[in-house]
């Protein structure tokens, strides 16, 4: 199947946010894997040579735009290219003395950025882009994550934008994992926000009255403005209490829904869970570790696409999810292969059904 170009100016954007966003660095997998213009590829390609050509032509333009991109060894293993992390200090990016802009002027630069397509922006401007989406406006750079850029898989990103600036009611329908069909919904969007790497809709939900939070991933079809009517309560005048409490409620969901993934030690599964995580038992080819998440579903299905690379063991409802995607992949190539469905360690295989 043909997949469609993403634009150089999209993924090169996605990138420097990335990078900027992440205090630490992220490593190579890291980047390749997540960042909206690499992701597709890079899960669908068998060689990923050429991909990672792509990238070292992408750094390069950076430096052209005089952004430099620092590699930085790992203490542990200096010269191990897999744990090498990239970063771009925001001192490289910083704006001028005295000029800001406030959360209104950063909203409609960002929507002017979602606007263009390649070709459209010259150096400058292009420069001047990055600089100003690295102010962050309003999203801190642990909300923002390595995916930073909108992707296909969040084609409501534009209308959902010009109806936070707009102030204006909306409705869609929202996919729910364990429901055949999905469910409308009719909301005041307030903010997009940038959660575990996927973008968040943090919106006030006219049928409850309350705030509530949507994966964007799951928003299906036409997002639709519509007029409000006399049923329908008013938009928050002042949502910004309401932002920061539904974000306090997801960082606080993170901490206390725990999960535990066994994951072979420098793999891409390893780099893509161990940052912030716990390391409960290592051993010479493995390493167990505790992390947080807001959606077990979400991360079942991360789990899943690293094989057996990564095996989930705790709680009992992320295990059986994996399994479950494990086997609907079986079932479609039309056969068992024990890397799909074995609970198989990166050291070695007990026999178990993951």
């Not at 299906?220 to 409000?228: A, F, I, K, L, R």
């Not at 420098?266 to 869970?273: C, E, K, M, V, Y």
Request: a negative charge.
């Amino acid at each position: 199947m043909a997949r469609s170009k993403v634009p150089s100016e999209e993924r090169v954007f996605s990138l420097v946010l990335a990078l900027v966003a992440s205090t630490s660095g992220l490593t190579k997998h890291e980047l390749l894997s997540s960042v909206y213009g690499y992701s597709d590829r890079y899960r669908e390609d068998a060689q990923r040579a050429s991909l990672e050509r792509q990238f070292e032509r992408d750094k390069e333009q950076l430096r052209e735009l005089g952004i430099p991109v620092e590699a930085v060894d790992s203490p542990g293993e200096p010269g191990n290219n897999q744990l090498t992390r990239y970063r771009i200090s925001k001192a490289a990016l910083q704006v001028p003395p005295g000029l800001s802009f406030t959360d209104r002027e950063l909203m409609m630069l960002r929507m002017a950025v979602l606007a263009w397509r390649e070709g459209s922006l010259t150096d400058e401007a292009r420069r001047a882009a990055m600089k100003l989406e690295s102010l962050g406006g309003g999203r801190d750079a642990p909300s923002i994550g390595v995916n930073a850029g909108f992707g296909t898989a969040e084609p409501s990103a534009p209308a959902l934008l010009a109806a936070v600036e707009a102030g204006q009611l909306v409705e869609f329908d929202y996919q729910l994992p364990d429901r055949d069909a999905p469910l409308a919904r009719r909301v005041y969007p307030l903010q997009l926000h940038r959660f575990e790497g996927r973008w968040h809709l943090i919106a006030f939900d006219a049928h409850r009255a309350a705030t509530r939070v949507f994966l964007l991933a799951r928003i299906s079809g036409t997002v639709t403005v519509c007029e409000p009517t006399a049923t329908d309560p008013a938009r928050p005048d002042e949502p910004a209490a309401l932002i920061r409490l539904a974000v306090a409620e997801m960082q606080a969901l993170q901490r206390e829904t725990r999960a535990t993934v066994r994951v072979r030690t420098h793999s891409r599964a390893d780099a893509r869970f161990s940052r912030g995580a716990v390391v409960c038992s290592e051993d010479a080819g493995s390493r167990v570790l505790e992390f947080g998440t807001v959606d077990m579903h979400e991360l079942a299905a991360i789990v899943a696409s690293y094989g057996s690379d990564a095996v989930a063991l705790e709680p009992p409802e992320l295990r059986a999810r994996v399994i479950e995607l494990l086997r609907a992949v079986d079932s479609k190539h039309g056969g068992t292969p024990p890397c799909w469905v074995a609970d198989q360690s990166p050291a070695e295989s007990d026999g178990r059904d993951r």
